[in-house]
Every structure is written in C-alpha cells, then in structure tokens.
C-alpha cells in the first residue's frame, strides 16, 4: 500500500499571518525545511497531501480562483524542488458554519482517505496547534506538531500526538524512520538537498 502524510497548510509548509489570511501569492512564503522535508517524504515514496481550514473564502476575503491559483503556483514550487503534492484539500467554511468538513472535525482527513485508500492509523497528520491533533484523533490517525514550545503543547494534547517537531523537514526523518517501505532505504539514501 502506497504511505502518506497529511500536511496542514498556515504554519506548516507556509508562514502563518497571525491573525490574518493569506490572500495573494506575495504573502505565501515557505518556512525553512518546507521544500527539503517536502522533497524527502517523495524521495522515500510517501506522498503528501494537504489538508487545510480557509475561511477565508467564507467570509468572502478570497475568492475560490485566487485560493486556487495561490495552491497551483506552491505545488509548482514544491514539486520544481522534488517533492509531490498528490491532492489539496480546503475547509471553505467560517467557524460558526458548523460544517463537517473544518478541522477539529475530521471530514477532509475522511474524503482524503476514501480517495486514496490509505491506512488512517499508519498515516501522520502534521499540523500547527491543537485542532490539528484533535481531527486526527477523531479520524484516527497519529498526529505530529510543528511547534517551538513542544513541551506546553505536549502536556496540552491527546493521546494521538505521537511527536512534536521545530519545522517538517525534522518531522519528515520521523516519519521515514518509522515508515516501513522506507526503512531499507534510510540507510542508504541521503536527503535530496543536501
């Protein structure tokens, strides 16, 4: 069976704007590690997928074409450097839609899997803060935090936090090492970038 990773979006492959939304292509800069973490979880055939709240379009301050053209132009970038972005998956809706698709629910996880067949307990989702880990816990599935202060949001979380990681790249070498099609070529393989 094929392995993935279901990677949140704001504050994980791209800086987050506290506060605020990323509305243009200008305001879209990775976070350091993205692109080399990315380009390894495909070097070692595990296919990431994201997975993300943007409510933005609800409240009407993107419209769909520009949330669509922002994701085209980064999974461009992220597979120009190596990595694969196999599907994109947005929560369109404002909080109080009340919706089954908005993380803490685990809708998108659910659609992604149905989609793509994979095993919820043998696929990571990685996010940002506490809601992240509660939609993988609904659905399942272990969940890694991208965070700096690790010990707070460690005693804060569910059982279904299995690490928590300064930036991707250190969360993608946790996931190969654990990933059994990937074991045999840990030890051989160098990391694409470096």
Known sequence: MERFVLVDR???INRRIVGGYVTAWEDFQFLPGVLDGLALLAHHHIQTLVISNQACIGKGMLAPAAL????RLFVRQI??????IGGVY???HRPEDACECRKPKP??????QREFGFSLTETYVVGDSLTDVAAAEAAGC?????????AALRMAASPALAGVFPNLIEAA?????RSPSSISDT???PDPHG
């Open 10 to 12: 704001d504050g994980v």
């Open 107 to 112: 809708g998108l996880i659910l659609q992604a």
């Open 68 to 71: 669509e053209n922002i994701t």
């Open 79 to 84: 597979e120009d450097y190596g990595g694969s």
């Open 90 to 92: 947005y929560c369109p």
């Open 142 to 150: 272990p969940a890694l935090l991208i965070a700096e202060d690790g």
């Open 187 to 189: 030890a051989s393989s």
């Open 173 to 177: 070498r946790f996931i190969i090492a």
